[in-house]
DNA sequence: AGGGAATACTTCGTGATATGATGTATTGCG
DNA sequence: CGCAATACATCATATCACGAAGTATTCCCT
């Protein structure tokens, strides 16, 4: 899908992945997967990007004897969501006009 | 609104505004205006880039003593814009994974 | 025991892009 | 005469998705 369409839904996308429950790199790619593609480096950018933002904080624990970064929505990001959905009317108002079939 | 969701939409805004009649630069703006807010500069290159990608061509004609630039939509165009309502279904797909409630 | 796939995270460079700022020039109106 | 509106163009900047490459560990199969 085109790369420009993307954008403004992967970080919502990875905040919805959080929503429910705290989540890690690897897991969230792979629940984001049947939806959109998204590369390593684009998820962990986007990570770095919504914690800078204050939408999300970080706490590492240990899984297996290995370390995972875990990602926990803050009511800033919940915030976030609630915007995108208030957003998304404009969206569609654009979608209407673009498919339009009259002059 | 946010700018990022913007992109990709835009593109097809100005190809939908020529659509159905030729248009220029200005006149594109503002009929574009009441669905989203696009600057000139902008505008423009997003005009050069579809030319160059043969979604339109461009001829200049002469209107009250001055120059214009009239934009043609092209049948890759007009392809374009079709499968913009594909691509449409993923974008709902993840809209949904975005704003579903359980978890 | 050995090896490769899967898990897990990180950094760097690149190309694409939207936009503000700025500039130029003409027409129309008060 | 002056100003707003019309009309187009260029440049610098900041943001962003992504491929490439790297590091390390665990798990499973043979």
Same mark, same amino acid.
């Given at each position: 899908?085109?790369?420009? $369409? #993307? @954008?403004?839904? /992967? ?15 690897? *897991? ?18 986007? $990570? #770095? @990007?919504?914690? /800078? ?15 995972? *970064? ?34």
């Amino acid at each position: 899908m085109d790369n420009q $369409l #993307k @954008r403004g839904l /992967l970080d919502v996308c990875v905040l919805a992945a959080i929503k429910n429950e705290d989540s890690y790199g690897y *897991k969230i790619i792979k629940d984001v997967k049947p939806y959109v593609e998204m590369s390593e480096s684009t998820l962990y950018t986007i $990570l #770095k @990007r919504l914690e /800078l933002a204050n939408m999300l904080t970080v706490h590492t624990s240990e899984h297996g004897g290995r370390l995972r *970064k875990y990602y926990h929505i803050t009511n800033a990001g919940l915030g976030r969501l609630e915007d995108f959905r208030e957003e998304w009317r404009e969206v569609m108002s654009i979608w209407q006009f673009v498919t339009r079939e009259d002059g």
